[in-house]
């Protein structure tokens, strides 16, 4: 048992050692401007491509520049920060209705 205990401790160890390394390269690449720089790149590279700027798999609905299902997650993410102190039943209604509303003309569309 006192054997596998310090194996733990050891692996506990390096695991930690290496996400703090991790840390500090992540932390000087965000710091070195490169980061904003291939985000602009990719961004500008999928709009120009007609693609969906977030997950880059879809085509972006026409004036957009994302796909019909990442604006879908989108609302329901802001959606879900109005909810906090609201009628939460009431939005989540809201939600829903308008979630099979964009599913149903999206069928409609593809077909």
């Not at 310090?6 to 160890?13: D, P, V, Y």
């Not at 980061?35 to 880059?56: H, P």
Request: glycine fraction near 6%.
């Amino acid at each position: 048992m006192r054997k596998n205990s310090i194996n733990a401790q050891l692996w506990q160890s390096k695991l930690e050692e290496a996400r703090r390394k991790n840390r500090e390269k992540q932390r000087k690449y965000r710091e070195s401007g490169h980061a904003a720089q291939a985000f602009k790149e990719r961004y500008a590279l999928l709009k120009s491509k007609g693609l969906c700027v977030r997950c880059g798999k879809e085509d972006a609905d026409k004036g957009r520049v994302l796909c019909w299902r990442c604006r879908l997650n989108d609302r329901d993410r802001r959606i879900g920060v109005k909810i906090e102190g609201q009628d939460t039943e009431g939005w989540a209604r809201k939600r829903e209705k308008a979630r099979q509303q964009m599913l149903k003309f999206h069928a409609r569309r593809k077909v």
